[in-house]
């Protein structure tokens, strides 16, 4: 039925190639997942026109593509089966322009996370989303999954972060969204609705960024609590101080035992849990202190530099000894975060496999990671905690989107019209469904 | 052709009228726009099967429904004309749950935005979006204009704070958009789609909205300059001493004048240009001043209280002495700030009508006033502004939406190819085009 796209490929001008390597190397993500196939060309294109012939003649063609940043996503979002063309946006990675006066950067999709930020901080200014990958991802994918990260907490999630876009629909037409200023409101928000839709709508080929001031002075402050509970319900209590912490992580015991087993460090024995918490504002971490002091059982405070981080950080490189891990990502109601770390450890007994759980505590985003090399296991009890989400009236992904693994599940938390309606959205945006089908909805 | 809406209006089992009275006064907003005509009638809905009831009907029937909050808009967006329905949603204006724990507030439409910020406030908490209107306006018509307001600067717009909605579609259908927890992001962004809408794509029956802990204390700081160009580079200069004031607001020289003139005070002998900052973490009012000191001629700060945003408050009462005025909203880029005022200024000399210019410096968004009985005049050198923002790289509007008014010039701003495609998406939420025509596209 369909052609092969290398029939069409050369007539597209752009740089590609079906070499064994490469297609494999593109056809995973982090996720794990298995894609079905192998892709049957990677494009690296050089510049908006690039993509915008690639898509104009994929589309013709019916060929299905899978845009691709630098294929760090958790949940299969960015893996490429047989048949499809990745457009590999890795080599369209230049800051284009920084106006620090603006407060604004404009970058191709291909810039690495960490150099947007690197780039501001020379201007006393800040990129602050800050997902735990900001050194291996891309500003692309990270707008495509609405990525979040530590200073969610305070400065919110990438999309936040995003003024307006330059997007090719899967016609080859491309469009600007948003504005280059700091507000509007001309028109319906499709910057919105291209952020966190995981390639399906539109390949972003620019991005204007907002960025912030960056802080005079940090604060860390790591609390250990004899038990979860009444770690998160301190957490709680912070912003009853008023104080709007930048990082707020929680760690359950189960991810205390696993990073003192692998750094020789005695976490657990202070405490089943552990807050680590992140203040700006002058006086804000004395204020924190006195709130934790109390149901605390140890607070250490450090404006040294002392690296009170490190635990979190040497978290999963620490689970990983441990067997492979499965990184999930649920939100609840922050008035739940105790109760679902709890039920999460039932669930780990339930099925016999061990969860260490890991809290951006702030936000309520859980991430519960599942150790095991039994794939249906993994999958099975990632369904339990889904249910659990659910029931306890969260969501299936804080953070990290829906890619392949949680699209079964998306339908329950939608409910069937919004459900319909996101299809439609899909429909209008992608008529032949070229854009990478079958993930995100 | 179409039936008139009072043969079906019985069926819906809402509360209705068509009196007189009570039709003209839901025909027209705060923006001067006249309407095509009066309403057919006005329909008070006391919950979400009312208003699911009544569209379901409309939609039927081919009637245009305008939904209404407060009706202060200013761009037209609730003017209502001949053969609509006004769905009124005044009455549904309960607070159903505020959850400290969670930092959330659920709530209807109707409620008046400063009650919500006060039952924030009895636990620490705040809704922090402020328009000016936040005494008069309502939470749905915020939403669905993605208000901003004075303290947009360091906390965003209305959207930054609505994680989930309910939303009536044309046809009756009741969806649920976004979650009740702080993030998430399953599926396509539909939350996104309707803040801004202007009731063009669905009613919002309920919103959940992200509350933030109250600041444990705010600074004032007045500074005069001898010209706008000197106050706006020392609003950006802030930044640089990396301060994210709460609010910026930057007064021009006819402003001054025409607060002197109404209320007998002295502002403009002191400086052409005022600029008033409010910071909330200890110390950063000191940071402030001090970038301040040098650029100002003279430099107040408060913390007792002395009320400094006084004149900005009272800017708009005391242009209104001076005629009938047009509040117009662009925003540019910040580094075009004094640029932008300057060249408004020089419209007014061109068109010899008087404009006063206000501006949230922070986010670039300048209210320029056009002060004139004469519509035809107003428009045209209203249509010399949106022209001056695009040509300054700007939007056409900051946060007062398009409305009826801006409509002719929204194609310029967002280009063929994205107007088109906010037009498909308008048919798609709404075939038969009855929610609010003429509208927001
Ligand atoms: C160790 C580790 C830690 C992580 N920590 C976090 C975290 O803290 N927070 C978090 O949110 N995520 C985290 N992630 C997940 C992942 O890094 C993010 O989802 C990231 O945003 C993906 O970026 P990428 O460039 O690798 O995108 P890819 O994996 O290549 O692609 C992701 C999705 O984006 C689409 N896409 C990519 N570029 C474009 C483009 N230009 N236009 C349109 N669509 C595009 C792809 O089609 C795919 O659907 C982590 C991953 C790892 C491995
Ligand atoms: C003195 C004054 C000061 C102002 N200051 C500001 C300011 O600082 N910042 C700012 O942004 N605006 C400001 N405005 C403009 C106006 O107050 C805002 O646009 C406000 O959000 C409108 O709210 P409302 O309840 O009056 O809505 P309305 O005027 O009744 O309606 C506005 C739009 O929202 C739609 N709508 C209303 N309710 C719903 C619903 N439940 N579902 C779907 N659609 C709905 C209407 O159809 C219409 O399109 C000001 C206005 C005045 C008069």
New interface residues.
């Given amino acids: 039925m369909t052609t092969d796209p290398r029939q069409w490929l050369p007539a597209a001008g752009v740089d590609w190639t079906d070499e064994a390597d490469v297609v494999v190397s593109r056809s995973i993500d982090r996720s794990g997942w298995p894609p079905s196939g192998v892709p049957a060309a990677v494009v690296f294109p050089r510049d908006a026109a690039d993509v915008r012939r690639t898509l104009r003649l994929a589309n013709d063609a019916r060929t299905p593509v899978v845009p691709r940043g630098a294929g760090t996503s958790l949940t299969g979002a960015s893996t490429a089966g047989t048949g499809t063309v990745v457009l590999d946006l890795g080599r369209m990675n230049r800051i284009v322009a920084l106006?620090?006066?603006?407060?604004?950067v404009v970058v191709e999709p291909g810039v690495i996370t960490a150099d947007v930020d690197r780039a501001a901080a020379g201007h006393?200014?800040r990129y602050a989303p800050d997902p735990a990958s900001h050194e291996i991802s891309t500003i692309g994918g990270n707008i495509a999954?609405?990525a979040?990260g530590l200073r969610?907490a305070k400065y919110?999630?990438t999309?936040?972060s995003v003024l307006g876009l330059d997007v090719v629909?899967a016609d080859g037409?491309?469009?600007?969204?948003g504005?280059?200023?700091?507000?509007?409101?001309?028109?319906?928000?499709?910057t919105?609705?291209f952020?966190?839709?995981e390639g399906t709508?539109g390949v972003v080929v620019r991005a204007t960024l907002r960025l912030?001031?960056?802080?005079?002075a940090t604060t860390t402050i790591a609390a250990s609590f004899a038990d979860i509970a009444t770690a998160a319900a301190a957490s709680?209590a912070v912003?009853?101080?008023?104080?709007?912490p930048v990082i707020a992580e929680l760690l359950d015991e189960a991810t205390l035992t696993a990073i003192d087993a692998a750094q020789g460090t005695s976490l657990r024995s202070r405490g089943a849990a552990l807050l680590i918490l992140q203040t700006?504002?002058?006086?804000?971490a004395d204020?924190v202190a006195a709130v934790l002091r109390e149901p605390a059982v140890a607070v250490e405070v450090s404006t040294d530099g002392t690296d009170l981080l490190a635990a979190r950080r040497l978290a999963l490189p620490s689970i990983e000894r441990l067997g492979r891990p499965l990184i999930e990502d649920i939100?609840?109601?922050?008035?739940r975060l105790a109760d679902a770390v709890l039920q999460i450890a039932a669930i780990a007994e339930r099925h016999d496999v061990p969860i260490c759980t890991l809290a951006?505590a702030?936000?309520?985003?859980l991430h519960p990671i599942i150790v095991t090399a039994d794939d249906d296991l993994a999958r099975r009890t990632a369904g339990d905690i889904f249910e659990l989400a659910l029931k306890l009236?969260?969501?299936?992904?804080?953070?990290?989107?829906?890619g392949t693994l949680?699209r079964p599940w998306?339908g329950r938390?939608?409910?069937p019209?919004?459900?319909a309606?996101?299809r439609?959205?899909?429909d209008?945006?992608d008529p032949y469904g070229i854009l990478n089908p079958g993930k995100?909805?």
């Fill in positions: 106006s620090p006066e603006d407060a604004t006393g200014l999954t609405n979040g969610c919110g999630v999309r936040d629909l037409r491309q469009i600007s969204t504005a280059t200023t700091l507000k509007s409101v001309s028109g319906y928000d499709l919105g609705l952020v966190g839709s709508l912030r001031p960056a802080p005079l709680v912003t009853g101080a008023r104080v709007q700006e504002g002058a006086g804000e204020l939100a609840v109601p922050r008035s951006h702030g936000d309520g985003n009236g969260g969501t299936l992904t804080g953070e990290h989107g829906i949680k998306l938390e939608l409910g019209a919004a459900h309606l996101q439609q959205l899909k209008l945006f995100a909805i």
